[in-house]
């Protein structure tokens, strides 16, 4: 971990907050470039024996900071509604995999419980006065400082989520979004586990809107449908799912992963670029396809909605598990 940083911005939740400045984060990254590499042979994740997050009141706290169409955030918010949903497995021909089926993967990982997410705190951010608006990138460690801010963090993941046009330092250079997790332990703090996802429309899509968007790097495939009609969007629930994924399965740096702290292959990085068997560099993968709108998706959530969501580690097998 990074020294401490000075108290970076002031920014209006509803009420208006100071926000202390974090730590640097450790970071669990997605690279935009891994969306390009399917890695040939088996990867094996260790166990480094941390504490993973487990449990029935695991909530997730959504802080949109930006500019979000209430469709943009209905289709976030459904999604994290959706994975608390009964994850049975579908019967043969009983129709697509469940967005609930495709989290259960993580139940499988060390001790067996899995993460039980649930929606928590919806919370709305005015940054007309924030960095961003000032024309400066907003830094992880303001990113930290949004996720304390937002509170309630005993048993929550708190989600921040910034809107195309907010930048946000490295955001395209070397990742789509980063999980971390805040020590605490200063004045009876408990330590918390966080993330950070951006709408990629405005800013590389051909990186992280992949697949719904032509590549900045590799094959230059036709890009997808997405299946909620927003690529930014429908990408920046990719980074979501994934993030969700490296968050209860490693949350304090001390879980499964595999390579250097802070560069780790994680529960879905493992498996990047693989949505759908059959996938290989440029290619995602054998996706369910939407016979009115001609979208790609592979899991379906509450409503019907559909999502396009990564493959996943699956620890029992030492392969990445697709849905379709």
Known sequence: MGGRKKPALLICLVLTVALLGGAAPRCAALNPRMLFLVKPDPIVLRDHGGALLTGDNLTVNLLFYGRFTPAQRAIVVDFVRSLSVSAAAPRPGAGPPSVASWWRTTSLYRGGG???????????????????????????????????????????????????????ASFCVSRCGVHDHDRGGAHGRARYTYLWAGNPAQQCPGQCAWPFHRPTYGPQTPPLVPPNGDAGVDGMVISLAALLAGTVTNPYGDGYYKGDAGAELEAATACAGIFGTGAYPGYPGRLLTDPATGASYNAVGLGGRKYLLPALWDPTTSQCKTLV
């Open 114 to 168: 899995g993460a039980r997410l649930r929606l928590g705190r919806q919370i709305l951010v005015d940054e007309r006065m924030s960095l961003s608006r000032r024309g400066r990138p907003l830094s992880l460690g303001n990113v930290t400082a949004l996720a304390r801010a937002a509170g309630h963090h005993r048993g929550a993941i708190t989600a921040v989520l910034t809107a195309a046009d907010v930048p946000v």
